[in-house]
Structure formats: C-alpha cells, structure tokens
C-alpha cells in the first residue's frame, strides 16, 4: 500500500512563507533592539515608541502571530490561511488609519512604506486565493478525505 504523495508547493508560497517569517524575525529583533536603546533613534521615533500604549502593543502582536499563522496555514496547503491573511490585513489597516490620526504614525512611517505594505498584504491574500480556487489549498478535513478517496485506498476518485 502506497501513501499519497504530498502536493507539491508553488515557488510562491515558498517565498511568500519565507518573506512572513523573516518579516517576522526582524520586527522582534528591531523592537528588542528599540526597547533595549541599542538603536538611536530621532525625537519624532523616541516619542511615538515612549507613547505606544498596551492596545499598540496587543493589536501588534495579534497582527504578528496571525500573519504568522496564514504563513504556517499557507505552508501547510491550508485553505485557512486565507482567513488569517485577511484577518490581519484589515486589522493592519484599521490600526494603520487609527494611528495616522491619533498616534502620529507619518511622523515615523512614511505613508508610501505603509501603502506598500498594504498592497503585498492585499497581493498575498489575491494569490492565496486562487490557490483555493484552483485547488491548490483545502480545507483541514478535505486533504484527509482525499487521501481516503484515493486510488491507493481503494476508493474511486470523483
């Protein structure tokens, strides 16, 4: 008896899963580095991180771990990782306009780094989804029913 061979990975989804997870490992080695005092930073930068508050922190983090998560999803063949790209797009957004207008946020970020970032978000989640439309990713259950369903177990392929 033979298992099914596992799908084979886009070189996109490589990339896209190695950019998150890098992406990931500078911000905390850069916010380490912040918070230590390692990096000098202008007047503009010292007070916007001096008046970050715990909704900053929270609302950064849950961007973090559910980018994170899309890009663990997204490795995986997961069509959930759909869900948690958009998830943290929207929130990134919603957060970034906040920001703008009440923590000053272009003081620190030039607006053209923020709309950039958007658009790779917004571009992910396009690609994420035609993978699902082609089938590419599936849901947590579907890649088990379709390894039974295959021919090595038996059953008929539909």
Avoid at 26 to 38: D, H, N, P, Q, R
Avoid at 40 to 48: A, E, G
Avoid at 53 to 71: E, F
Wanted: hydrophobic share 50%; glycine share 6%; net charge positive.
């Amino acid at each position: 008896m033979t298992t099914p061979a596992q799908p084979k990975r886009p070189k996109w989804v490589w990339i896209i899963v190695v950019w998150y997870f890098v992406s990931l490992l500078v911000t905390l080695v850069s916010l380490y580095l912040i918070y230590k005092g390692a990096v000098p930073l202008s007047d503009d930068d010292k007070s916007y991180y001096k008046n970050l508050g715990l909704l900053d922190h929270l609302v950064t983090a849950i961007v973090t771990v559910t980018n994170g998560a899309g890009a663990l999803y997204l490795f995986r063949l997961r069509k959930e990782a759909l869900v948690c790209f958009s998830n943290a797009l929207l929130l990134s957004i919603a957060w970034g306009f906040w920001s703008i207008f009440h923590e000053h946020l272009l003081r620190v970020v030039p607006l053209p780094s923020l709309i950039l970032g958007w658009v790779i978000r917004l571009l992910v989640c396009r690609y994420v989804s035609r993978l699902i439309d082609k089938g590419v990713l599936l849901a947590r259950g579907a890649q088990q029913v379709a390894q039974a369903d295959g021919p090595a177990s038996g059953g008929s392929a539909p």
